[in-house]
Nanobody
């Protein structure tokens, strides 16, 4: 399984970006997929996740601003990010796991990781 993340960039405060994670090698429908981010000199943290059934989970700081969605037909998971803030600046990673249970969706233990895409929000 390979994950390819894309869509990062530089925006001003209040701007929007849409990240995409393409999963290849296996059918997306079998995987829990999440987005994590890691800011400079900080630990990697959970941002949003989607279960096999399409249920969604968010960290509190992005609720109401970010939306995660999955398109199983295209083997793609999107992260729509609106009202971006400087604190959202980080490298964003997508991760997938076929055995993940949703109670552990926020943990860092995933079988597969994408390469990361940089998001920079300037004030």
């Amino acid at each position: 399984v390979q994950l390819q993340a894309s869509g990062g960039g530089s925006v001003q405060t209040g701007g929007s970006l849409r990240l995409s994670c393409v999963v290849s090698g296996r059918a997306l429908r079998n995987y829990v997929v999440s987005w994590f981010r890691q800011a400079r000199e900080k630990e990697r943290e959970f941002v949003a996740g989607t279960s096999r059934g399409g249920h969604t989970y968010y960290t509190n700081s992005v609720k109401g601003r970010f939306t995660i969605s999955r398109d199983n037909a295209k083997n793609t998971v999107h992260l729509e990010m609106n009202s971006l803030e400087p604190d959202d600046t980080a490298v964003y990673y997508c991760a997938a796991d076929a055995r993940k249970i949703t109670s552990e969706i926020r943990s860092l233990i995933y079988d597969y990781w994408g390469q990361g895409t940089q998001v920079t929000v300037s004030s």
